[in-house]
């Protein structure tokens, strides 16, 4: 027990007591933010390897953009990547950050499905897919669950079966190898149950976007429920967007 002690004095607290208001350090990539000065905006757009850019005015969405810094570094008075990490939506729309707006990225309350917060309030199950992922995502969703995010603590677990789980998470462009293992698993999972898009590859394509090598047609079929953009994301992008939408 006193070896104990000795640890615990020494690491100090490892998790975070509050997930709602940790904050990041500044070198975090998080939301943009685009200033209104004025700049040659087809230039700027060029740089973006996923036409994350758009331009008449300037925008950037954050489903494509892969954080890679490169338009910050170019055009440092322009843009910047503030670290606020809170930038899940339950919208696509909500994904895009427009030239000379400041605010944050909000959970539209009025989109969220009635029996979301009905079922899942206390308890949500996940069942996680890597349709075609890099693992760099998966990673993030492991660490969810440690010592350091304890997402278990607030009833959000996953499971090894979509029998037992409320909804699916996908990471990955949807390869043409798992675009059927995605939808059998999909199947499996009772009603009602939710889609969460993690990653830029999982929300738009990323990269990979038009490749024949990709499916995305089981996005055709289904409303997303949240989208938590990144590359990879933040665990706490993905708990907060979570306990948003869930209102807990």
Known sequence: MFETFKIWQHQGKQFIPDVTKATLTEIFRGRPEISTESVNEAEVAELCPTSAILTNPMRIDLGRCTFCGECELAYPKKIKFTNDHKIAANTREALIVKEGDTSPIKIDANAVRKEIKSFFGNSLKLRQVSAGGDSANEWELGACSNVNFDMSRFGIDFVASPRQADGIVITGAISTNMAEALQITYDAMPFPKLIILVGTEAISGGIFEGSPAI??????????????????????????????????
């Open 215 to 248: 499916d995305r047609s089981f996005l055709d079929k289904y409303k997303v429920d949240l989208y938590v953009p990144g590359n990879p994301i933040h665990p706490l992008t993905f708990i907060n967007g979570i306990l948003t939408m869930i209102a807990k």
